[in-house]
């Protein structure tokens, strides 16, 4: 088996009845890391988050895009990860203005605090689309311990989560029992016993087929798809354009006017979009054109 980055890899412990995702990121998680300075613990949390939605996103179905979202009135406001269907993911922190690192221990961010996955996938109006939304419970200190006990209590099925990130890679690793009797007697229990094995450092380290070839050669893995990953942002012109629109002209026109511009940049990716006042006027000028809401954090 060969060491591979930046790829979403789901397989099958057939005689154990188990199935699994692996998710490995190196260059998109940085492009996703370089596009702001977040302190450490924020930076963390943010790729363990951009791993799971990729994970989420080979374990259910998803035709458009999973989201993770965590607000809390501790310094990190938001933390925001999405992965498409296509692979691609983006990801930010919003931290407060007086600076200040998220808490370790999601048990800290208080009663206020709330995670949720969304799936987005298209309706018959492609501005409509179908959304799915559930809440995760913050009774436990980490991420993928919140998503464990999530799955465990959502699905009634076993399940084991690993998240790990660096300033280099992000990965996780996920393990569900199949529903049914799927699998030996014990196979569970040694599929989970290989999983305790693993450590983060280890999983950040190995890419790929060579992690799972290492932790579960014994069970005979069976590799059932492989997807690559990269970062992309889904902002674009006609997307701002239509958040000035349902500003409507006269707020629109009151914040361009001390620069004699609008100039909007997108938190994902850093993309930089410019309306000057003469473009503000065709912009409202032209009625007849209905451009689609923009993206918004859910």
């Known amino acids: 088996m060969t060491a591979q980055s930046d790829t979403l890899v789901r397989f099958l412990l057939p005689a154990a009845g188990v199935r699994g995702v692996h998710v490995h990121l190196d260059a998109t998680w940085r492009e996703?890391?370089?596009?702001?300075?977040?302190?450490?613990?924020?930076?963390?949390?943010?790729?363990?988050?951009?791993?799971?939605?990729?994970?989420?996103?080979?374990?259910?179905?998803?035709?458009?895009?999973?989201?993770?979202?965590?607000?809390?009135?501790?310094?990190?406001?938001?933390?925001?990860?999405?992965?498409?269907?296509?692979?691609?993911?983006?990801?930010?922190?919003?931290?407060?203005?007086?600076?200040g690192d998220a808490p370790r221990d999601l048990t800290s961010l208080g009663e206020d605090a709330l995670l949720a996955i969304t799936i987005e996938n298209p309706g018959l109006d492609p501005r409509e689309p179908q959304r799915y939304q559930s809440l995760v419970g913050l009774t436990a200190s980490g991420l993928d311990e919140a998503f464990e006990d999530y799955f465990r209590q959502s699905e009634q099925l076993p399940t084991r989560l690993l998240l790990a990130a660096d300033g280099e890679h992000a990965a996780g690793l996920l393990l569900q029992k199949l529903p049914g009797d799927e699998g030996d007697h014990d196979g569970w229990s040694r599929a989970s016993a290989l999983f305790e094995t693993l450590g983060k450092q280890e999983l950040l380290e190995v890419a790929g087929n060579e992690l799972l070839h290492r932790l579960f050669h014994e069970e005979a893995p069976e590799l059932l798809g492989e997807r690559p990953l990269r970062f992309d942002c889904s902002c674009s012109r006609e997307r701002v354009e239509g958040m000035l629109e349902s500003l409507g002209e006269v707020e629109a026109r009151a914040a361009a006017e001390p620069t004699g511009a609008i100039d909007v940049r997108c938190e994902f990716c850093g993309r930089e979009y410019h309306f000057p006042l003469t473009e503000l006027a065709i912009l409202f000028s032209d009625t007849g054109v209905s451009s689609p809401a923009p993206e918004r954090l859910q």
């Open 32 to 99: 996703i890391l370089s596009h702001a300075v977040y302190p450490p613990t924020a930076a963390e949390l943010l790729g363990e988050a951009s791993v799971a939605s990729a994970l989420f996103t080979g374990h259910t179905k998803v035709d458009g895009r999973l989201s993770i979202q965590l607000r809390s009135n501790t310094p990190m406001r938001t933390l925001f990860a999405e992965c498409t269907a296509a692979g691609t993911l983006r990801g930010i922190v919003q931290l407060a203005d007086g600076g």
